[in-house]
């Protein structure tokens, strides 16, 4: 008997075969409807493009115009100030020349300051002080730096004034260098055009420098080179009038500063005289507490020692109380009597030990402000000495150096122990050492 053979596959209904179909014929719709609105869409694209490429190509070759002239005016502007800063460069150099031909001398002035700033950093511990007579002295260096005969300080300004101007000047030629380059690059920009030949590809040509700057810092910089060389130009002015001022105001400047010096001078080692006094009494009267804390510690240690054996008395008689008979073992008045002096005189020795280690705390601290006491007064006399030692020095200002004689060491030495052996008044001082 016959069999119909059938292949093992996957049969659908005839409802499945018409959805297929239908399904088919909706996407090919959708797809050339979605490509007929592409088409529109790119056609659009295209016309909107090329005329945003056209006016963007135009706008960028007005700002590249406009950029030029921008160079241009600043190029000029700054070649302009080039110009006088030139001009200022060379009257300033002049007037220097001027300076340093006119320049005497002055170096006996300035060695003595030098000489007495240099002894006064002999100064000590708090003596080291910024005193008037050092603002004094820094002031008379100044002075004399900036005041000599023909001011050595005002040359060493006109040397400044003039790097700073060469500074200035050289920034300038920098400036106009790059706005040169810059003027040529974009003015080669600007002539380009889409039939140009040379134009390509640039790969990743719109990648901001990291030296990149805005129109504004582009701006601030050439106007800061040139507000900066015209400050400069108004300095070097401003210098070149006051050096011809001081040329006339020298002599009486300096000798107004060495007057203020040595007033100075007097008025403070008149203040270390005072300081030294004072010390001295402090030290005597602090070794006179020392010697008065030092016998009421020996007193409060005799008088714990006279409590020790009435204590002893004390507990003795309570011990031997309490080997009492039976009844009469009792807490009568005698027992209530020597524990309340047991008490009393424990609490005595405790009292007196308390007062005792308070004086030795206070001995202590008197020790140690005797020690710092000792230790100022010692910087006071050094001080004292280096001072006075600069104002002999200081004598060579207004003694001719060929009849001057410097002060011995052997009569400081002297005069310093007489002072120190005479008694000394914290209250009353001498006052002819500021007249």
């Known amino acids: 008997m016959a069999t119909l053979s059938m292949k093992p596959t996957q049969r659908f209904a005839p409802s499945d075969w018409f959805t297929s179909n239908d399904v088919i014929s909706a996407n090919a719709e ?70 340093e031909q006119a320049l005497e001398a002055k170096a006996l002035p300035l060695d003595v300051a030098i000489e007495c700033l240099t002894l006064r950093e002999g100064r000590q511990s708090i003596d080291m002080v910024r005193d008037n007579v050092e603002a004094e002295l820094h002031k008379e260096v100044e002075v004399i730096n900036g005041i000599k005969r023909q001011l050595q300080q005002r040359i060493s300004e006109s040397f400044e004034q003039l790097c700073r101007l ?55 910089f050439s106007q800061y080179n040139k507000d900066r060389a015209e400050d400069e130009m108004r300095a070097s002015v401003t210098l070149r009038e006051a050096t011809a001022a001081t040329l ?81 073992l009792c807490r009568d008045k005698p027992q209530y009597g020597l524990t309340e002096e047991v008490r009393q005189i424990e609490g005595s020795i405790a009292a007196l030990k308390e007062k005792l280690a308070q004086a030795h705390h206070a001995r202590d601290s008197l020790y140690r402000n005797l020690y710092r006491i000792e230790e100022d007064l010692a910087c006071k006399r050094n001080s004292l000495d280096l001072d006075r030692r600069c104002v002999d020095v200081r004598r060579k200002l207004i003694v001719p150096a060929e009849t001057f004689v410097a002060q011995r060491p052997d009569d400081d030495f002297s005069r310093t122990q007489q002072r120190r052996s005479t008694p000394s008044n914290p209250i009353k001082t001498s006052q002819l050492e500021l007249e």
Do not use: M
């Open 166 to 220: 060469q500074e200035a000047r050289q920034q300038l030629q920098f400036d106009i260098k790059d706005k040169n380059e810059s003027q040529g690059l974009d003015s080669e920009c600007h002539g380009l055009h889409n039939g140009s030949s040379g134009i390509s590809h640039k790969p990743n040509p719109a990648r901001v420098h990291k030296e990149c700057t805005t129109p504004e810092a582009w701006h601030q």
């Open 30 to 99: 959708r797809s050339r409807v979605s490509s007929h609105q592409i088409r529109q869409e790119s056609r659009a694209l295209a016309n909107v493009t090329a005329n945003q490429t056209k006016w963007d190509q135009h706008d960028n070759n007005t700002r590249l115009a406009d950029r030029v002239d921008d160079i241009t005016k600043w190029r000029v502007t700054l070649e302009r100030c080039l110009a006088d800063t030139d001009a200022e460069i060379l009257a300033l150099k002049r007037s220097k020349l001027t300076t």
């Open 248 to 328: 006339a105001n020298t002599k009486n400047e300096l000798e107004a500063q060495r007057n203020a010096t040595e007033f100075a001078y007097r008025k403070r080692i008149h203040e270390t005289e005072r300081a030294e006094g004072e010390l001295e009494w402090q030290r005597k009267t602090t070794n006179e507490e020392i010697a008065e804390v030092e016998a009421d510690i020996r007193n409060i240690e005799e008088a714990i020692r006279a409590k020790i054996n009435p204590l002893k008395v004390a507990h003795t008689r309570l011990e031997t109380r309490t080997y009492r008979p039976n009844v009469e």
